[in-house]
């Protein structure tokens, strides 16, 4: 009998503790943190800055601000688009505040030490950064790329563009990762449908005057002006294109280009110019309902990075409250396994090199008589979907993906 118990207790101690082992890991700290960094003082802060703290909350929201009766924090910070100050504060966001993913980013040099860090501390970070190395040689099981990259941009814009007759280029560059991205992709894109580049220059950020470079493009002929440059680059650049009367005689492309630039701009002067965005405002109900609650509490319209932030952090919680914890494995399991469905992808999934899928959108600005209403900017003129537009399986250079 007494051997009986003996087993009996045996077997259940088995049984708990097998029990135990099948249950999630729970969420740590009794406390779910996420880091927004990004650029808040800067040429970025108005495509990112707060606007994206903004976005996260309103995903917070969504869950009452609580999973399972662990309360949902969000920190934000400024890297001041410099990698060693933003690599300083995600470690210490990791190794002292205990956050468990870090979101936004901006700047690819930046992303790029933020990401590395990740990994190394088992860390989750989901970036807006745009080099297309992120989901190639530089991924990592702990990160993932959302917003658009330098292959999607190009590749969408290289297809429309020639379609369109332009056929010779001259690219404006911005002197660091994302704009040699930028322009490498861009040149493989445009190289096998017949289109030459005439010239390139390369830019150092927070450039005060682009008039020397323009004039370069000018002289070339080039019928398109490629400018891989981002934020207050942009706006500097059109408003001093304007100036010159450059958009008579050759076309702007804008491979990345916000609202915000737009609307610091006026459409007087931004007035036909060529974009790639990953986020339409007024698209449909879901995205104009989203605005609505973003602006109610902003008052500027989002831009693409603000609504992809809002999605990387949906889609994260989503995770946390499937599984149950915010163990990194587990909860970057389910963020593959669930669909992205919110206002800023329709019909997103993310891969096992970390790159999110989603459509991408080719517009031109619209003339001041073609808008009905503030925000109403975009004459949209493609639709890619994600499968065409981002990099495939086969093509990419992670090493997480099994060939």
């Given at each position: 009998m007494?051997?009986?118990?003996?087993?009996?207790?045996?077997?259940?101690?088995?049984a708990?503790?097998?029990?135990?082992?099948?249950?999630p890991?729970?969420?740590?700290?009794r406390a779910?943190?996420?880091?927004?960094?990004?650029?808040?003082?800067?040429?970025?802060?108005?495509?990112?800055g707060?606007?994206?703290v903004?976005?996260?909350?309103?995903?917070?929201?969504?869950?009452?601000?609580?999973?399972?009766?662990?309360p949902?924090?969000?920190?934000?910070g400024?890297?001041?688009n410099?990698p060693d100050?933003?690599?300083?504060?995600?470690?210490?966001w990791f190794?002292?505040?205990?956050?468990?993913?870090?979101?936004?980013?901006?700047?690819?040099n930046?992303?790029f030490?933020?990401?590395?860090?990740?990994?190394?501390?088992g860390?989750?970070?989901?970036?807006?950064s745009?080099?297309s190395?992120?989901?190639?040689k530089?991924?990592?099981?702990y990160?993932?790329q959302?917003?658009?990259?330098t292959?999607?941009?190009?590749?969408?814009m290289?297809?429309a563009?020639?379609?369109?007759?332009?056929?010779?280029w001259?690219?404006i560059?911005?002197?660091?990762?994302?704009?040699?991205?930028?322009?490498a992709?861009l040149?493989?894109e445009?190289?096998?449908?017949?289109?030459?580049?005439?010239g390139e220059v390369?830019?150092p950020?927070?450039t005060?005057d682009?008039?020397?470079?323009?004039?370069q493009?000018?002289?070339s002929?080039?019928?398109?002006i490629?400018?891989a440059?981002?934020?207050?680059?942009?706006v500097?650049?059109?408003?001093?294109?304007?100036e010159?009367n450059?958009?008579?005689?050759?076309?702007?492309?804008g491979l990345?280009?916000n609202?915000s630039?737009?609307?610091?701009?006026g459409l007087?002067?931004?007035?036909?110019?060529l974009?790639?965005?990953?986020?339409?405002?007024?698209?449909n109900?879901?995205?104009?309902d989203?605005?609505k609650?973003?602006?109610?509490?902003?008052?500027?319209?989002p831009?693409?990075?603000?609504?992809a932030v809002?999605?990387?952090?949906?889609?994260?919680?989503?995770?946390?409250?499937a599984?149950?914890?915010?163990?990194?494995?587990a909860v970057?399991?389910?963020?593959?396994?669930?669909?992205v469905?919110?206002?800023f992808?329709?019909n997103?999934?993310?891969?096992?090199?970390?790159?999110?899928?989603?459509d991408?959108?080719?517009?031109?600005?619209?003339?001041?008589?073609?808008s009905?209403?503030?925000?109403d900017?975009?004459?949209?003129?493609?639709?890619?979907p994600?499968e065409?537009?981002?990099a495939?399986?086969?093509?990419?250079?992670?090493p997480?993906?099994?060939?």
């Amino acid at each position: 009998m007494v051997l009986s118990i003996q087993r009996l207790l045996a077997a259940s101690l088995i049984a708990a503790c097998a029990g135990a082992l099948a249950q999630p890991a729970g969420i740590s700290d009794r406390a779910i943190r996420i880091g927004v960094i990004n650029d808040r003082s800067g040429p970025y802060m108005d495509a990112t800055g707060e606007g994206s703290v903004v976005a996260a909350r309103l995903a917070a929201e969504e869950f009452k601000n609580s999973i399972n009766g662990a309360p949902i924090e969000i920190l934000f910070g400024d890297h001041l688009n410099k990698p060693d100050v933003g690599s300083a504060m995600a470690r210490k966001w990791f190794d002292n505040d205990k956050v468990d993913v870090i979101v936004d980013i901006g700047p690819s040099n930046v992303g790029f030490a933020i990401v590395s860090l990740g990994n190394e501390r088992g860390k989750m970070v989901l970036t807006n950064s745009a080099s297309s190395d992120f989901t190639g040689k530089a991924c990592t099981k702990y990160s993932a790329q959302w917003n658009y990259n330098t292959f999607s941009n190009s590749k969408a814009m290289a297809a429309a563009a020639v379609k369109e007759g332009l056929d010779t280029w001259f690219l404006i560059v911005a002197d660091y990762s994302f704009g040699h991205s930028m322009s490498a992709d861009l040149r493989r894109e445009l190289a096998p449908r017949g289109a030459k580049i005439l010239g390139e220059v390369k830019v150092p950020l927070n450039t005060p005057d682009f008039t020397s470079y323009l004039l370069q493009a000018q002289a070339s002929g080039a019928k398109a002006i490629g400018l891989a440059i981002a934020g207050q680059d942009v706006v500097t650049t059109v408003k001093q294109a304007a100036e010159l009367n450059i958009q008579k005689k050759q076309t702007l492309v804008g491979l990345t280009v916000n609202v915000s630039e737009i609307e610091a701009l006026g459409l007087e002067t931004a007035q036909g110019l060529l974009v790639v965005s990953t986020f339409e405002w007024n698209r449909n109900k879901v995205t104009r309902d989203w605005t609505k609650r973003f602006t109610d509490k902003f008052t500027k319209l989002p831009t693409a990075n603000q609504a992809a932030v809002y999605s990387q952090v949906k889609h994260y919680l989503r995770a946390v409250q499937a599984t149950g914890t915010d163990e990194p494995g587990a909860v970057m399991a389910k963020m593959r396994e669930l669909p992205v469905q919110d206002a800023f992808a329709e019909n997103g999934r993310l891969r096992e090199d970390g790159q999110m899928l989603h459509d991408i959108y080719v517009a031109r600005t619209k003339k001041p008589s073609e808008s009905t209403a503030k925000g109403d900017y975009f004459q949209v003129i493609q639709v890619v979907p994600g499968e065409q537009a981002f990099a495939s399986l086969a093509d990419t250079a992670c090493p997480l993906v099994k060939k």
